[in-house]
């Protein structure tokens, strides 16, 4: 479980396919990798992976097939930027959401515009996925704990600080990238318990 607070970003050192699904090894420099060990979990980009190796500032993380179908770790190279969380722990203080790192689908960013000091990101989504996008309610965006401002079907919009901006990816994204999108878990719970949803 995570919170969508990014303790650091880091940097694709290496990304091998092997047999259909990828491994891929991570420098995290401004990560303290020191109370993580093999097994644990760390969101990569949002995406909850298991580290099977540690080197110094490096981790190894194996990555499925599913995975790779369902999120943008597969389009990632060496160099590029990923946000990165470790796992929760009892007692560690909620600043986001909880954030279980099982991303739904890839979202477009459509618009990026000006508000004041910060600036508003619109995303598209699925159909399917839209119906959990409530207006006041979260959502994870590459890892990132946001509150959506708005709702327009398909379509929804958050606003990001000049901090988040400065210490995620998400101030790199240009119109047309995807991103990972984790809708609310609490929205899934709700919709299972009433049945109302249409699967």
């Known amino acids: 479980m995570f919170t969508g607070i990014i303790a650091a970003t880091g940097t694709v050192a290496a990304s091998e396919e092997r047999q259909g699904d990828m491994v891929l090894r991570i420098a995290a420099p401004g990560m303290d990798l020191r109370g993580i060990k093999v097994g644990d979990s760390i969101a990569v980009s949002g995406v909850c992976l298991t580290a099977v190796a540690l080197n110094g500032d490096e981790f190894t993380a194996d ?27 009892a007692g560690d203080a909620l600043g ?23 600036e508003r990101f619109e995303f598209e989504v699925s159909e399917q996925l839209s119906r959990y996008i409530a207006r006041k309610g979260s959502v994870c965006i590459d890892g990132v704990s946001l509150t959506v401002n708005n709702v327009n079907d398909r379509q929804f919009g958050v606003n990001l600080i000049p901090h988040t901006m400065a210490s995620t990816t998400l101030g790199q994204l240009e119109c047309g990238d995807c991103v990972n999108i984790e809708a609310d878990m609490l929205a899934r719970y709700v919709e299972r318990i009433t049945g109302n949803g249409s699967d």
């Open 96 to 118: 986001g959401h909880l954030v279980s790192g099982h991303v739904d689908e890839r979202a477009v960013l459509v618009s990026r515009t000006p508000d004041a000091r910060s």
């Open 63 to 89: 990555v499925s097939a599913e995975t790779l179908g369902l999120t943008t770790l597969g389009t990632l190279v060496v160099g590029d930027t990923v946000n990165l969380e470790a796992a929760l722990m």
